[in-house]
C-alpha cells in the first residue's frame, strides 16, 4: 500500500516557476514508477510525465515538454515536479500517482495509488 500526498501548489504568474512534491508512504515506494497527471477545468485527467523506478526513464507530453523535469528521491521517497515558463493553459489540479511496477507508463488505469492532487494556478 502506498499514501501520496501532493504539496507546492499555488498561484504564479505566467513565466514563473512552481515546485511540486509528492510525499510517499509505505514500503514500495523505491520500486514503484511515479507520474504525475492534471486536470483543468472541464477537462479530463490528462498525463503530464512519469519516471521509473530508478529514474533511469522518464517522459513528457507534448505539451510540457522542455519545461517541466520530473526527478524523485527514493530515500525520501518523493517524487517532484518541476514547472517553469509556467502558461495559463497548465493552470489544473495536479495529481502524482504510483504504480506496482517499476515501468513508467502514460495509461491513467495502470497507476495503483493516487493522491488528493494540488492546485496549480497561472495568472495571464
Known amino acids: 500500500q502506498v499514501q501520496l500526498v501532493e504539496s507546492g501548489g499555488g498561484l504564479v504568474q505566467a513565466g514563473g516557476s512552481l515546485r511540486l512534491s509528492c510525499a510517499a508512504s509505505?514500503?514500495?515506494?523505491?520500486?514503484?514508477?511515479m507520474g504525475w497527471f492534471r486536470q483543468a477545468p472541464g477537462k479530463e485527467r490528462e498525463f503530464v510525465a512519469t519516471i521509473s523506478w530508478n529514474a533511469d526513464s522518464t517522459y513528457y507530453a507534448d505539451s510540457v515538454k522542455g519545461r517541466f523535469t520530473i526527478s524523485r528521491n527514493n530515500v525520501r521517497a518523493t517524487v517532484y515536479l518541476q514547472m517553469n515558463s509556467l502558461k495559463p493553459e497548465d493552470t489544473a489540479v495536479y495529481y502524482c500517482?504510483?504504480?506496482?511496477?517499476?515501468?513508467?507508463?502514460?495509461?491513467?488505469?495502470?497507476?495503483?495509488?493516487w493522491g488528493q492532487g494540488t492546485q496549480v494556478t497561472v495568472s495571464s
Open positions: 509505505g514500503r514500495t515506494f523505491s520500486s514503484a514508477a
Open positions: 500517482a504510483a504504480r506496482n511496477s517499476g515501468r513508467g507508463t502514460t495509461t491513467q488505469a495502470l497507476y495503483d495509488y
